[in-house]
C-alpha cells in the first residue's frame, strides 16, 4: 500500500471514530437512564391524572338490562328476551361459606389480602389487546366486578385503564364482602342467568343457599367461558376442560384451607341438570331465536353481549311462510301420527329448512314439536346422516372433475353404468359392494335411471371413477360439513353427518348455478353502541354452471318419474332426491324450484337419551322413506309458499350428455347379480351413441324410456333400504294413490 493509500485509510478511520464516539456521548447510560426515570414520571403523572379523573361510575347497561327484540323479517315482533332479567340478587350472608370460597379459589387466591387490582395481569392483559390476542385476563375478582357492573365488556385499552382506577377506588370504598357479593350477583353464568341465584336455579334447581361446595366449584368454573363449559353442550374437549377447572378450584381450596382433604377425596363432579327453555320460546320461536344466536356468535356477538340487551335482531324469516311449513308439517305428518298409543310414532321428529336460492336467507325453518319439549334443533342437528340426497354431490363432481368411467367413458346425464346389486367397485384399493335396495339388480343404465331408482352400485362405482377425495373436495365447496367425512368408496350413501340447513346451502347452490349459497337467517343486528355485518349469503362460483344445470336436470327427472314424484305437480317446476339412512333412522327430501330450496327430514329418536331408532312403521305405513312424508311434506309447504305455484322455469344452459360405451353383455365388469328382477341376459345390447343423444336404441326392443317416460315403479317393488334415496310412496300404497298425492297438497285440504 502506497503512503497516499494509507493516508486514506487513516482519515477514513479517524471519521468512523467521531461517529462512533458522537453517538456513545449521545447515548451515555447516565442520560438513557435518566431518560427512563423521565418517562416512568410521565407515566405516573398520567396515572394520577387518571385516578383523579376519573370516578366510580353509575351501574352500566349490563346491570340494568334492557330486552332483546327478535323481528320477523316484515319487522313484526317474534320473541321478547331479557324483560325482568333473569337474574335475582341475594346478600352474601345466603350463600354458604363454602361456596363463596369457590369463587375466590377459581378467580383469584390473592382476592382477601391484594388491593383490587393485579398490575401484572393488568399489563399481561394490555399487552394481549395491543397484540389482539383477545380476551385480557388476569383481573382480580375486583376487576371483573367493575367490568361487569360499572364498564362494558369491550377489549379495549381505554376500558381497561378506567377498570384498573375505578378497582383501586372500590377496594378502597367498599368491603370485600360487598365486592364479593356483587361479583357473584353480576356475573354471567350462561343459560340466560345472570347472578348465582339464578344460576343455582338453571343448573340445578336449587336456591343459592342450598348449593354445595362442588356444585359451587362448577358455577365458579362456568365464568371463565359459560357457553363452552355448559355440560349439556360442551363437546369433549370443552367437558374435559371445566372438570379440570373444577378440579383445579377445589384443590386450591385445600391449599387455602378452606376444604378439608379428605373430604376433597370424596367429592365427585356433579353433573349439572339439562337446561329448561326460557319463557316465550315456546313452539317454533325457541328454535329461532336459536338458529339466530349461533349465527350471531359466528359474527362476534357474543352471550355477554346478548345478555347487555338494547339489541333488535331482525331475521330473515318470512311469516307466512314460516307459518305454512309449521302447517305443512302438521297435516302432511303431525295429524297421522299417533303419539301417545303407538312407540314408533312416539319417536319421530321433523326438521326442515328453506332457503332463497337468490340470496342465501333463510326465509322458514322447522325445528321439532315444540323447543320446550324438544330442545334440540332438528333443522341444524348434524348427528344423523343425509343418505341418497348426497348422490347428486356425487355426480356434480364427476361433471366439474370431467371425470370418466372405466371405460374412458365421459360421464353425463346418459353414460351407462352397471346396476347390478352387490356388484364390487372397480378401481379402488378399498373394496366395496353395496346393496342396491331389496337386493334388486338392474342391468345397464343410464346415470339419469340410476338417479332416479337411487340404485347405490351405480353411484359406488361413480365415486371410485371421480376418486373419493374429489367427491369430498365439491361437497365441502357445496356448503357440506367437514364431519365424520371419510373419503372412502362409502360416501357415496351419504355417510357423512350433515343437517337439512346444509343440504339446503348445497341443493341452493345447485339452484343458483354453481354460485355458493350460504344460508344465513339473521338480516339485520342493530345497537346503539355497535353495528353488524349479516352473512355474505352469495359467494364465488364453486362450481361451474354447467355442472350445476346438468344436475339439475337430471334431478327434474326424479320427481317427473323417480322417487320424488310425491313432489311433482304441474303448480312448479321442481328438481329433488330422495334419501333414507342406514337402518330407516333418518329420511329426508331434498327438493327445489327457481325460487325456493327446501330440505325436509324425519328422524327417529328414542324419547329416553336421544338414541337414534328406526322410523320403520310411522303411522303404520311400514318404511318412512323420503319419497313418504318427507316429499309430501315438502310439496305441500312449497306450493303454498309459492302462492299456489309459479310459471318461473329452471334456465339451464349446456347440460352435459355424457358418453356410453356399447357393452358386449350387459355388465361391463364381471360380477354374478343376486335374484335380478330383470336379468341382464335378457337385455340387448346398444349401438354407439353420440354424446348429444339421448338413450340408445337397441335393435330389437323398445329403447329405454327417458326419464319423463320412465313406467311408474310400484311401491312394493322398490321400497328404501339402508343408503338408499327412497320410492315413490310409503309402502301399502298402490300406484294410484301415488300418483294422485300431489292433489293433496293444496294449503287446506
Given at each position: 500500500m502506497g503512503r497516499a493509500d494509507a493516508r486514506r485509510a487513516q482519515q477514513r478511520g479517524a471519521r468512523r471514530a467521531q461517529k462512533s464516539g458522537g453517538i456513545r456521548r449521545l447515548f451515555t447510560w447516565r442520560k438513557?437512564?435518566?431518560a427512563f426515570f423521565v418517562f416512568c414520571l410521565l407515566i405516573m403523572g398520567a396515572f394520577v391524572a387518571l385516578y383523579m379523573y376519573v370516578d366510580i361510575p353509575k351501574a352500566n347497561a349490563l346491570a340494568e338490562r334492557q330486552s332483546n327484540v327478535y323481528k320477523y323479517s316484515d319487522g313484526s315482533v317474534l320473541a321478547r328476551t331479557g324483560d325482568g332479567v333473569n337474574r335475582q340478587n341475594v346478600d352474601l350472608a345466603e350463600v354458604p361459606k363454602d361456596v363463596q370460597h369457590t369463587f375466590v379459589a377459581a378467580e383469584n387466591k390473592s382476592f382477601y389480602q391484594d388491593k383490587g387490582v393485579d398490575l401484572k395481569g393488568t399489563a399481561r392483559g394490555i399487552l394481549n389487546t395491543l397484540t389482539g390476542k383477545g380476551k385480557q385476563g388476569g383481573s382480580t375478582i375486583t376487576q371483573q366486578y367493575v367490568k361487569n357492573y360499572y364498564l362494558t365488556q369491550d377489549p379495549t385499552i381505554s376500558r381497561k385503564l378506567k377498570e384498573l382506577v375505578i378497582s383501586l377506588k372500590v377496594d378502597q370504598r367498599y368491603e370485600k364482602s360487598d365486592i364479593l357479593a356483587g361479583y357473584i350477583n353480576t356475573s354471567y353464568y350462561g343459560r340466560g342467568a345472570s347472578g348465582i341465584q339464578a344460576a343455582a336455579q338453571a343448573y340445578y334447581g336449587v336456591d343459592a343457599k342450598d348449593l354445595d361446595v362442588s356444585q359451587g366449584a362448577y358455577l365458579a368454573a362456568l365464568l371463565q367461558a359459560p357457553s363452552q363449559y355448559d355440560w349439556a353442550v360442551a363437546s369433549p374437549t370443552g367437558k374435559r376442560l371445566v372438570k379440570e377447572r373444577w378440579g383445579y378450584t377445589l384443590d386450591n381450596m385445600v391449599e387455602m384451607h378452606w376444604l378439608d382433604k379428605a373430604k376433597r377425596d370424596t367429592l365427585k363432579f356433579p353433573v349439572p341438570d339439562k337446561p329448561k327453555p326460557a319463557p316465550g320460546m315456546d313452539g317454533q320461536t325457541g328454535y329461532l331465536v336459536e338458529a339466530a344466536n349461533e349465527e350471531l356468535k359466528k359474527q362476534g356477538i357474543t352471550a355477554e353481549m346478548r345478555q347487555a340487551g338494547g339489541w333488535t335482531f331482525t331475521l330473515n324469516i318470512d311469516k307466512k311462510r314460516q307459518k305454512q311449513l309449521e302447517a305443512s308439517v302438521d297435516r302432511q305428518l303431525e295429524s297421522k301420527l299417533d303419539r301417545k298409543g303407538n312407540k314408533v310414532d312416539a319417536t319421530v321428529q321433523a326438521g326442515a329448512t328453506s332457503v332463497d336460492p337468490k340470496t342465501g336467507a333463510v326465509v322458514a325453518l322447522y325445528g321439532g314439536v315444540d323447543y320446550v319439549k324438544h330442545y334440540v334443533s332438528n333443522a341444524t342437528r348434524?348427528?344423523?346422516?343425509?343418505?341418497?340426497?348426497?348422490?347428486?354431490?356425487?355426480?356434480?363432481?364427476?361433471?366439474?372433475?370431467?371425470?370418466?368411467?372405466?371405460?374412458?367413458?365421459?360421464?353425463?346425464?346418459?353414460?351407462?353404468?352397471?346396476?347390478t346389486s352387490k356388484r364390487p367397485v372397480v378401481g379402488s384399493d378399498t373394496p366395496f359392494a353395496p346393496e342396491n335396495e331389496d337386493n334388486q339388480s338392474y342391468g345397464d343404465v343410464t346415470v339419469q335411471t340410476a338417479m332416479n331408482k337411487s340404485i347405490n352400485s351405480v353411484f359406488a362405482q361413480m365415486v371410485v371413477d371421480v376418486g373419493p377425495a374429489a367427491v369430498k373436495k365439491t361437497a365441502l365447496a357445496l356448503g357440506l360439513p367437514d364431519k365424520n367425512f371419510p373419503e372412502r368408496p362409502a360416501i357415496t350413501l351419504g355417510t357423512m353427518n350433515a343437517s337439512t340447513w346444509?343440504?339446503?346451502?348445497?341443493?341452493?347452490?345447485?339452484?343458483?348455478?354453481?354460485?355458493?349459497?350460504?344460508?344465513?337467517?339473521?338480516?339485520?343486528?342493530?345497537?346503539?353502541?355497535?353495528?353488524?355485518?349479516?352473512?355474505?349469503?352469495?359467494?364465488?362460483?364453486?362450481?361451474?354452471?354447467?355442472?350445476?344445470?346438468?344436475?339439475?336436470?337430471v334431478l327434474e327427472g326424479v320427481v317427473k318419474s323417480g322417487s320424488g314424484r310425491a313432489a311433482n305437480t304441474s303448480a312448479y317446476e321442481a328438481a329433488g332426491k330422495t334419501g333414507t339412512s342406514e337402518n330407516n333412522k333418518a329420511a329426508l327430501f331434498a327438493g327445489y324450484t327457481p325460487d325456493l330450496t327446501t330440505v325436509v327430514a324425519l328422524f327417529g329418536e328414542s324419547p329416553q337419551g336421544g338414541t337414534q331408532v328406526s322410523l320403520t312403521g310411522t303411522a303404520n305405513s311400514g318404511r318412512a322413506n323420503g319419497g313418504g312424508f318427507p316429499a309430501e311434506i315438502w310439496a305441500d309447504y312449497t306450493l303454498g309458499a309459492l302462492n299456489g305455484g309459479s310459471s318461473n322455469?329452471?334456465?339451464?344452459?349446456?347440460?352435459?350428455?355424457?358418453?356410453?360405451?356399447?357393452?358386449?353383455?350387459?355388465?361391463?365388469?364381471?360380477?354374478?347379480?343376486?335374484?335380478?328382477?330383470?336379468?341382464?341376459?335378457?337385455?340387448?345390447?346398444?349401438?354407439?351413441q353420440s354424446p348429444s343423444d339421448g338413450p340408445s336404441q337397441p335393435t330389437s326392443q323398445s329403447p329405454e324410456p327417458p326419464p319423463s317416460q320412465t313406467p311408474d315403479v310400484p311401491p312394493s317393488q322398490t321400497p328404501d333400504v339402508p343408503g338408499d334415496g327412497g320410492d315413490p310412496g310409503r309402502p301399502g300404497n298402490s300406484n294410484n294413490v301415488v300418483s294422485n298425492n300431489v292433489a293433496n297438497h293444496a294449503p287446506g285440504q
Open positions: 438513557m437512564l435518566g348434524r348427528d344423523y346422516q343425509p343418505a341418497s340426497t348426497f348422490k347428486p354431490l356425487v355426480f356434480a363432481s364427476a361433471l366439474e372433475n370431467e371425470s370418466k368411467t372405466q371405460d374412458g367413458d365421459l360421464i353425463g346425464v346418459n353414460t351407462r353404468y352397471d346396476g346444509d343440504m339446503a346451502g348445497a341443493y341452493a347452490t345447485l339452484d343458483n348455478h354453481g354460485k355458493k349459497v350460504t344460508p344465513f337467517i339473521v338480516k339485520s343486528a342493530v345497537h346503539r353502541d355497535r353495528t353488524v355485518e349479516p352473512v355474505k349469503g352469495i359467494g364465488d362460483q364453486v362450481i361451474s354452471r354447467k355442472s350445476a344445470d346438468t344436475v339439475t336436470s322455469q329452471f334456465d339451464l344452459q349446456d347440460v352435459e350428455r355424457g358418453q356410453a360405451t356399447v357393452p358386449n353383455t350387459p355388465s361391463n365388469t364381471p360380477s354374478a347379480p343376486e335374484s335380478p328382477t330383470q336379468p341382464p341376459s335378457q337385455e340387448p345390447s346398444r349401438p354407439v
